[in-house]
């Protein structure tokens, strides 16, 4: 990152602008320095590729073993699909 | 998700002992809970142990529960408590929740990898190999960054409802979050470069 008061404030604020709860001047504060600072647009874009590969990639799939030891430890076999 | 997931859970119901009503719970919140463990143990039958637990825990518990957090936060926090205690378990010497050290290691984040990978095409990205490396690169995070991480990015969870299932103050869980976020951006910011370089070759 430039060696730059304002690197460091945007990482600071870097999650709660990726989340979106970031204030309207905050975003424009943050959108202003990154076109003006190719690394600070590059660490926010791929922070929200992160982000994004992140859920993309979370499964919730039970196996179907394990599925069936819960409900047998739980005595609800007879609710077994 | 199945069918029966779509109406609300009755906790009423719950607390009346119904037993139609737990299998639904447990139903609807068996694979996040073996999600969430399998991701903060890293290992299928511990995973599969907190998985029991948590629901034999919360059928333990429900008569005391008294509704103030939703069931999932309520249900994420038994699963918590039960994968930290296999933790101290294996490994007596982590401290997973303390929360006085977060100003310690602030240079340790500071980015250094500035190379925009973000235009290596979606299949490349979601390639077998990459998705493994992501997976190890999320149990390489201190496992106090990691729990702060899953339950928000990977569970969803709001900051509020990641601080009532971890006991934090919503500061320590932003801190935290940005920090995991930071450490798996370098970690595979160095990954995908490699592959940018190998297509160049």
Redesign the interface.
């Known amino acids: ?1 430039h060696n730059h008061f304002d690197c460091h404030d945007l ?1 600071g604020s ?3 602008y ?1 989340d979106g709860e970031a204030r309207q001047e905050l975003c424009r504060a943050i959108e202003t320095h990154m076109a003006e600072c ?2 600070c647009r ?2 926010v ?3 929200k ?3 994004y ?10 196996p179907d073993d ?2 069936a ?3 047998k ?2 005595e ?1 076999t ?2 077994l ?1 | 998700m199945s069918d029966n997931t779509a109406l609300p859970i009755s906790l009423p119901a719950l607390q009346a002992g119904d037993r139609a009503e737990f299998a639904r719970l447990v139903e609807t919140y068996s694979p996040q809970i073996y999600r969430l463990a399998l991701k903060i143990l890293g290992n299928a039958q511990d995973a599969e142990d907190v998985l029991q637990n948590t629901f034999l825990k919360a059928l333990q518990s429900l008569p005391t529960f008294e509704g103030r957090s939703s069931l999932s936060t309520w249900l994420y926090r038994i699963a918590v408590n039960e994968a930290l205690m296999l933790i101290r378990k294996h490994r007596p010497e982590v401290q997973v929740l303390a929360g006085d050290s977060d100003s310690d290691d602030d240079e340790d984040y500071i980015p250094v990898q500035f190379v925009d990978w973000t235009t290596i095409p979606e299949d490349a990205l979601l390639s077998s190999e990459a998705v493994t490396y992501l997976d190890q690169a999320i149990q390489r995070l201190p496992p106090k960054l990691r729990l702060v991480f899953l339950l928000r990015d990977v569970e969803g969870l709001s900051i509020r409802e990641t601080s009532e299932a971890l006991g934090l103050t919503d500061t320590a869980v932003k801190t935290r979050l940005l920090r995991a976020r930071l450490f798996l951006r370098e970690q595979l910011s160095g990954y995908y470069q490699e592959r940018l370089l190998e297509e160049k070759h």
């Not at chain 1, 590969?53 to 039970?62: F, G, I, N, R």
Request: glycine content about 0%; proline content about 3%; aromatic content about 6%.
């Open positions: 990152m990482l870097l999650s709660d990726l190719p690394n590059i660490v874009d791929t922070l590729k992160t982000i590969l992140v859920h993309a990639t979370a499964e919730s799939q039970l394990v599925r030891r819960l409900y430890t739980l609800l007879d609710y699909k």
